[in-house]
């Protein structure tokens, strides 16, 4: 079977790799062998992808499957209670190693399908479960005033997110046109181009001279705009520091937010009992459009154009499919 693997900085080649193995129940318990039909790449992705991981640099050729995470596709083996073989899923792999035409994985990091949605739509449930969980901690956000700094596919479900759940002004931020053309479409009440200070004027003539009660950063890693929102954010509001930053970022502006008195939350990891299952009841309901979002379609072939298509946001790229053989020739 093929799979891929990124050999370089930007570099993705795919190889023939052997057939997984699964083990036996008494060994390995709630295993399933997945096989991916449909995926989309996300941002966490790239940082393997460009060598440069958490302000490390990353030795290369990266083990063999990295990286892949939201994927829709079919079990075909089980040692577990929790799936039949042939049952359709969307599954997301452990540690991202999901670049492989099958591989073994845990049982409950897999979720139903929404009868009646598109693959596409129900591979979204995995980044909007990731954004619902982090909307959880936030409180009720009717009639509220919201700034989302970065305006890719996650930015972009803050905004279509905050909009169903009732929030007044909804202003998107991005130093990409591109991007921003998109905003009004999921739910931006306002969009700026620009970053950081640069911007707190226009901010202020959008919401009559204060500035956002709730700042939520969506850029992340190595581009992490935590300062941007902390020079954003109103006194006593509350930043949502969504990207996932290096281990450690220097230069924090920590005593401007004290003397504001902010709130900075953050997030990571939705649990597959409740919060991705609430995502694709949200997709598989139609309370909100993620639809405008997909915009390039790749075959595994391809995955080096995908990708590059995807860092470098070309076309205006926002989600990136990727389609896999057994699409069309299921095992």
């Known amino acids: 079977m093929l799979a891929g693997q990124f050999t370089a900085p930007r570099t993705v080649q795919l190889l023939n790799h052997p057939e997984p193995q699964l083990p036996t129940e008494d060994l390995k318990p709630g295993q399933i062998v997945f096989q991916p039909e449909m995926t989309c790449l996300c941002g966490s992705d790239l940082p393997f992808f460009d060598g440069d991981f958490e302000g490390h640099t990353i030795a290369y050729p990266q083990p063999i499957g990295m990286s892949l995470h939201e994927m829709v596709g079919t079990i ?24 492989m035409e099958r591989f073994v994985m845990p049982e409950d990091q897999a979720i139903a399908l929404q009868p009646g949605l598109s693959d596409e739509l129900c591979l979204l449930a995995q980044p909007l479960g990731t954004v619902l969980h982090a909307l959880k901690k936030l409180p009720n956000m009717i009639d509220r005033d919201v700034v989302i700094l970065g305006q890719g596919p996650i930015g972009q479900m803050f905004n279509v997110t905050l909009r169903n759940l009732g929030a007044r002004r909804i202003i998107g931020i991005d130093p990409d046109l591109c991007r921003l053309e998109v905003s009004h479409q999921m739910g931006a009440t306002h969009v700026v181009c620009g970053c950081g200070r640069d911007v707190i004027a226009e901010i202020r003539n959008l919401l ?3 500035l956002p009660e709730f700042v939520i950063e969506a850029v992340g890693h190595k ?44 997030s990571l990891h939705p649990d597959f009992a409740r919060t991705y299952p609430l995502a694709m009841q949200w997709l598989g309901e139609s309370r909100i459009n993620l639809a405008p979002l997909l915009t390039h379609r ?5 995955i080096q154009q995908a990708f590059d ?6 076309g205006g790229a926002q989600k990136v ?11």
Request: proline residues 6%.
């Open 76 to 99: 075909v083996a089980t040692n577990g209670r929790k799936w039949q073989v042939g049952t359709r899923v969307l599954a997301v792999p452990t540690g991202q190693m999901g670049l």
């Open 208 to 210: 009559d001279g204060r």
């Open 223 to 266: 581009a992490h705009a935590l300062n941007d929102a902390i020079e954003l954010v109103s006194d006593y509001g509350t930043i949502l520091f969504f990207g996932v930053p290096p281990e450690t970022i220097n230069g924090v502006a920590l005593r401007s937010a004290m003397w504001k008195n902010a709130r900075i939350i953050t």
């Open 298 to 302: 790749f075959p595994l072939h391809q």
């Open 309 to 314: 298509t995807f860092r470098d946001h070309l």
């Open 321 to 331: 499919l990727v389609e896999f053989p057994a699409l069309s020739h299921p095992r």
